[in-house]
């Protein structure tokens, strides 16, 4: 099966402080994601990355940047957390581009910034 | 912009009664569409993917494409108070290189199962 996991499920922040949220997978897959989840909102596409190194923002970059130094990690960094970045952290990863992409999510972070 | 769209709900149905949930896509291109199931709380879990026009069956779970009208459904049969969650419908969308890489997810569809 394949497995992601995520550094931390909660994590409490003050506004202002520099965040990390890691994300390792291991079943050697070439694609991994970063999404935010808020309610109204749906998923939310922050960066991804297809190869070690690579990175190409989503959606809703802003206030956010991404670290890929070795296959199986890719990170998320908010480099200066603000209140609006309070909400849940979704990392997923995927075998190939192409059909058969779908996408397994580790458990999610659920981030609160006072 | 490419966009999926779904009823939220909330749907509800008796148990062992048949849920539909009902998904359209923007884009013609997109060549997977997905399932997710996301309880309270939890990340979203694959639990179908389909391909190509028609049904593809998975024990109570079936999923249905007509790429023609750009609609996706997901039937699931006999329910269960178990299967309450939020059902996601995902669909792929090219990359910048090209390739079918990212996906789109809907907002949700929240299915309650009434004992």
């Known amino acids: 099966d394949v497995k992601v996991t995520q550094s931390s499920r909660y994590l409490v922040k003050r506004t202002g402080e520099k965040v990390f949220l890691e994300c390792v997978q291991d079943m050697d897959h070439e694609n991994m994601f970063w999404y935010r989840q808020d309610p109204g909102l749906g998923l939310r596409l922050i960066y991804f990355?297809?190869?070690?190194?690579?990175?190409e923002k989503g959606d809703i970059p802003e206030g956010y940047s991404v670290s890929r130094e070795k296959k199986e990690r890719f990170s998320l960094i908010l480099e200066s957390a603000s209140t609006n970045q309070t909400s849940m952290y979704l990392c997923a990863s995927s075998l190939l581009a192409g059909a058969g992409n779908e996408q397994f999510f580790g458990p999610g972070t659920r981030l609160t910034v006072l | 912009q490419k966009e999926v769209e779904q009823n939220s709900g909330p749907l509800s149905v008796p148990e062992g009664a048949i849920a539909s949930l009902n998904c359209t896509y923007s884009?013609?291109?997109?060549?997977?569409f997905f399932w997710y199931r996301q309880y309270s709380g939890k990340s979203p879990e694959l639990i179908m993917s389909i391909y190509s026009n028609g049904d593809k069956e998975d024990g109570r779970f079936t999923a249905q494409l007509n790429k023609a009208s750009q609609y996706v459904s997901l039937l699931i049969r006999d329910s269960q108070p178990s299967d309450s969650a939020t059902y996601l419908c995902a669909v792929s969308t090219k990359n910048y290189g090209g390739s079918q890489g990212n996906l789109i997810f809907g907002k949700g569809t929240k299915l309650s199962v009434k004992p």
């Open positions: 990355s297809y190869d070690v190194k690579m990175k």
């Open positions: 884009d013609r291109g997109s060549q997977s």
